[in-house]
């Protein structure tokens, strides 16, 4: 291990024959209070010694237990935590561990949901198909009901023009015979005849042509 420049630093005692002890930083002299807050400052445990093993202890480490049967006891477990600094995190290992079962308790309880939602699901699977199946032939229903109506609706159209288009030329006629009958007098009589006989197809036209809007206003309704 290399040391770093600048911060090497010697801590001294110095013990006298009235059992009064001296404390020395770097040859300055200073008390026990503050070398102990300054060694404590660089990391060295004081309260627990585990910076150094003492003569005698290295027996008794042998004999450890490699883990504590209880909290009063020790094994070399607990002897290491406690010189690398880790025993403080035991209790908070154990609580997150606690939190950890329980988190994993509920992913198993949401698995086993998420599982039971899967086979609901997959039961459902054919039902669908089958609505789906329905609204598709409902579609196709609606669809020629509607090419249907357009289609009547064509023909009525039609049907209308050309009974119209007879009725044109009904009065077309009619308008040809009283021209006649001005200028042919003596054949009035005749004329009159013709006359009445295309007012009677005139009148079958326009019966016809009433049925047919009636029909067609019955159509517009449905």
């Excluded at 005692?13 to 009064?20: K, M, P």
């Excluded at 699977?125 to 609505?131: I, M, N, Q, T, V």
Aim: proline letters at 1%; one cysteine or more; a negative charge.
């Amino acid at each position: 291990m290399e040391e770093v420049p600048g911060t090497a630093f010697v801590v001294s005692r110095v013990a006298g024959r009235d059992n009064l002890s001296s404390y020395y930083v770097d040859g300055k002299k200073t008390d026990m209070k503050k070398v102990t807050e300054m060694l404590k400052g660089k990391g060295i445990d004081l309260d627990n010694n585990r910076f150094l093993i003492l003569q005698g202890e290295v027996e008794q480490i042998s004999m450890m237990k490699p883990k504590a049967q209880d909290k009063s006891d020790t094994g070399l477990l607990e002897y290491l935590e406690d010189i690398i600094g880790t025993i403080g995190y035991v209790e908070k290992i154990e609580e997150m561990t606690q939190d950890l079962d329980k988190v994993t308790e509920e992913r198993q309880s949401a698995l086993q949901h998420v599982k039971a939602a899967e086979t609901q699901v997959s039961s459902l699977e054919g039902a669908k198909a089958e609505a789906e199946a329905y609204l598709g032939k409902e579609r196709e229903l609606k669809y020629w009901k509607c090419a249907e109506a357009q289609m009547c609706h064509r023909q009525a159209d039609e049907t209308a023009a050309a009974l119209a288009a007879r009725g044109e030329e009904v009065a077309a006629k009619m308008a040809e015979e009283e021209e006649r009958n001005k200028e042919a007098i003596e054949a009035s009589k005749v004329a009159e005849a013709q006359f009445k006989k295309v007012k009677k197809e005139h009148d079958a036209i326009e019966k016809e042509l009433e049925v047919a809007n009636d029909e067609f206003r019955k159509f517009e309704a449905r």
